[in-house]
């Protein structure tokens, strides 16, 4: 008959063996040495017990925790080996890693988490509805780690209803990048301030000329619809946590007419090129030179080159309220999965939480790994990793940037997924439904 013994099962059968051997040798030849009122039978069950409990603690049983990062980074692969080493050194014995493909896990833009990844980092657009739909688990506050070094505005933006549902690790906001040396672009405030600067449809091709025009990413649709939200927002003045979510024939026109004018300062062809290998292909053209400005991330800034401290920055104005502009920050947050507790590793995956959004795998993993390289120039939310690496420049003035405005965490509800879906293209059509910059 054919039959099969587990690993584990093997090796206690083993040590049970030998101990019973052991102990019938020792009783063979020295049952005149017994005290009278011993009992060896006990004693030598005990002895088993114990030993069998050792086995196992120094073989543990292994298990694996699936971890998605936030793959639209610089060098997602600079995080994935920092996680890694510093896992090794403070993580869960016996609990290993292993890190999926951005296939696998798209930061949450068009993938629901699958049940078996543990330990994820989404766009906090879709914290909501992953905490509607649960996929998330809370945290508690005692259980995340420097939780007061956390930014205010990432930290109680990742609260529903007091609670947290994951660990803020990243922001990010529009920006337009200029030259340091251009002082129109410098002091110009409001939407119409740049588009009169930079002008309507001033160049043709997909690479602008030198020092001429804007260059501007519009080919993703999920982009385009967060884009018309913010937009909205700028022009009334007012931060709305939970954003209305218009249906079709409900679209706000004078926020279509303003993509639009952000779209005539560069032109249809450029705008919606699809760089999906070298997503910062627009920064590298600026750093060499090409256009007069470019509207990006702060991560940008790691393709710009040497040419990167001639640079300066400012929020992307998406009307024309200078007093009254809503400074707008994308999140990404380090959830838990619901269904980690039922696999019994939630104390396994809290601390993996807490050691991705931690000062010392942020810091390593946004510093430059090779002499060649610059930072990733992504966007921290933690003081401390602000305060590591101050002697960048760039990140002073990055930290200055979130200091002296009242950043707002971008949210747009429980139902950003049916919203997204039944409405970004429409948004996309519409923002490139005109006649000119072809």
Not at 39 to 55: F, G, K, M, R, Y
Not at 60 to 71: C, F
Not at 363 to 369: D, I, K, T, W
Request: glycine share 6%; hydrophobic share 40%.
């Amino acid at each position: 008959m054919m039959f099969s013994i587990k690993v584990k099962d093997f090796r206690r059968l083993v040590v049970l063996l030998m101990i019973v051997g052991l102990s019938e040798t020792i009783l063979a030849n020295s049952t005149e040495d017994q005290l009278p009122n011993s009992e060896p039978s006990n004693s030598h069950q005990a002895t088993t017990t114990d030993l069998l409990n050792n086995a196992e603690d120094s073989n543990p049983v292994q298990a694996t925790l699936k971890v998605g990062l936030y793959p639209f980074v610089p060098r997602i692969k600079q995080f994935e080996i920092v996680v890694q080493k510093v896992w090794e050194e403070r993580g869960v014995p016996g609990v290993e890693l292993a890190f999926v493909s951005h296939e696998v896990w798209d930061g949450g833009y068009a993938i629901d988490p699958p049940n078996d990844l543990d330990v994820f980092v989404f766009d906090a657009l879709f914290l909501q509805y992953f905490q509607t739909q649960g996929y998330l688990a809370a945290i508690e506050d005692e259980e995340i780690e420097a939780l007061s070094d956390i930014l205010p505005y990432a930290l109680e933006g990742s609260r529903i209803k007091g609670k947290l549902f994951g660990i803020p690790q990243l922001g990010c906001t529009n920006l337009l990048f200029y030259r340091k040396n251009d002082r129109d672009l410098a002091k110009a405030r409001t939407l119409d301030e740049i588009s009169g600067i930079l002008g309507k449809c001033p160049y043709t091709g997909v690479t602008p000329p030198p020092e001429t025009g804007l260059m501007v990413d519009l080919s993703g649709s999920t982009t385009n619809a967060s884009l018309y939200l913010e937009t909205v927002m700028d022009i009334k003045g007012e931060y709305t946590p939970v954003p209305q979510l218009p249906t079709l024939d409900q679209l706000n026109p004078q926020a279509i007419f303003h993509l639009q004018k952000v779209l005539g300062m560069a032109n249809k062809r450029q705008a919606s090129s699809d760089y999906f290998e070298n997503p910062y292909q627009r920064a590298s053209w600026f750093g060499k030179g090409f256009g007069r400005a470019v509207i990006g991330f702060t991560e940008s800034m790691s393709a710009m080159g040497v040419n990167q401290y001639q640079i300066d920055f400012k929020l992307m104005p998406l009307a024309n309220n200078p007093k009254e502009d809503v400074a707008l920050f994308y999140v990404d947050m380090v959830g838990i999965n619901a269904l980690v507790a039922k696999r019994g590793l939630q104390k396994a995956a809290i601390q993996l939480a807490n050691l991705l959004a931690s000062q010392d795998v942020m810091v390593q993993s946004l510093v430059p790994s090779h002499p060649t390289e610059s930072p990733q120039y992504l966007m921290p939310v933690r003081r401390s990793v602000f305060s590591k690496l101050w002697h960048y420049p760039l990140y002073r003035k990055m930290y200055r940037l979130v200091k002296n405005k009242n950043p707002r965490m971008f949210k747009i509800g429980d139902q950003s997924r049916q919203w997204l879906n039944h409405t970004k293209r429409a948004i996309q059509d519409k923002i490139f439904d005109i006649q000119v910059c072809n």
